[in-house]
């Protein structure tokens, strides 16, 4: 698998002090109800994180945040050192959504709604460059659905329509991504495929963030998780062992075990001993079978 086609920027932002993500006291309430209670932490560039946690306990709605997509109570963040009410580069930001929509009930072709992730830095009416349909073609490869590519998007299974949308992503050439739930109801064959890809990311210093219920084969490529339980951080360190993911009690946390990340990195919040009621018990969603 190739993901020649992000940038190859990674070794200076390896060398960058400047985080990908900066949040600080980031609150976000729907009709006053906060669900997301004064989140902070940083994601240096180059990382690879999981953020975890049960159902409902805030993990789209703290990722959706960060990409400005849903507005914040209280609390700023900053992308790569720029105030998000400020941020204008997007195209270093790969957004995996969790469903395929586009494409809706319009017969696109797989390579169709890859190169739909250059329409935001496409300028207007320009044809695709010879640069431009070669990170097409690489994409599609990344996520082994070169054969693909002339298919309708509608004739693949939920995992492969999940390849699509990171292909589309992988198009844009950005740095950092973040992906709500690529694993979710996707075939074992598509989720290596996935960790492959992650893989490459990782290796090319690309900042990647994975909205995840399980951690599955991408365990031994996450290097930090953050877990929520009823809209706080619980948990900020290494990965838990697979099957732990939506565990929240102090004693899930190993400081630093297997993880390559030294002990201190590891550290409970101050809210891990009394989570609110709704975070009570974990809710390990089954993902259907394609
Ligand atoms: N648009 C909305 N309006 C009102 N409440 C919302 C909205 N979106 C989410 N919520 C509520 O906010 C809380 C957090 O939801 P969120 O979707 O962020 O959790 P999650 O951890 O991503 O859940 P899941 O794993 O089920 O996707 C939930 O109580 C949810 O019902």
């Not at 360190?237 to 099957?243: D, N, T």
């Amino acid at each position: 698998m190739s993901t020649d086609s992000i940038r190859s920027t990674g070794e200076q932002r390896h060398g960058s002090d400047v985080a990908a993500f900066h949040v600080s006291g980031a609150v976000v309430a729907y009709d006053r109800t906060p669900v997301l209670h004064g989140a902070t932490f940083d994601i240096p560039a180059g990382e690879t994180l999981a953020i975890l946690g049960p159902n409902g306990s805030g993990k789209t709605t703290l990722m959706r945040a960060m990409l400005g997509l849903t507005p914040l109570t209280e609390g700023t963040i900053d992308i790569h050192g720029v105030p998000l009410e400020r941020f204008r580069d997007w195209g270093r930001i790969g957004y995996v959504p969790q469903r395929l929509s586009a494409g809706g009930g319009v017969p696109a072709t797989v390579r169709e709604i890859v190169a739909s992730g250059q329409v935001a830095h496409r300028r207007r009416l320009r044809r695709a460059s010879r640069t431009d349909r070669a990170a097409i073609e690489e994409a599609l490869a990344a996520v082994g659905l070169s054969e693909r590519a002339g298919d309708s998007v509608h004739e693949l299974s939920g995992g492969q329509q999940q390849r699509v949308l990171i292909a589309r992503t992988l198009a844009g050439r950005p740095d950092t991504f973040v992906m709500d739930e690529p694993m979710a109801g996707v075939d074992a064959e598509s989720q290596h495929a996935l960790a492959g890809t992650v893989s490459r990311l990782n290796e090319r210093g690309a900042t990647v963030v994975l909205v995840l219920h399980e951690l599955g084969p991408l365990h031994p490529l996450i290097q930090r998780s953050i877990t929520l339980s009823g809209g706080v951080i619980t948990r900020d360190g290494p990965p838990p062992a697979a099957g732990d993911e939506c565990l929240v009690p102090r004693s899930a946390a190993v400081p630093g075990e297997g993880s390559g990340i030294p002990a201190e990195h590891d550290h409970v919040h101050p809210h891990a001993d009394e989570p609110p009621a709704s975070a009570a018990l974990p809710n390990i969603e089954v993902p259907p079978h394609d």
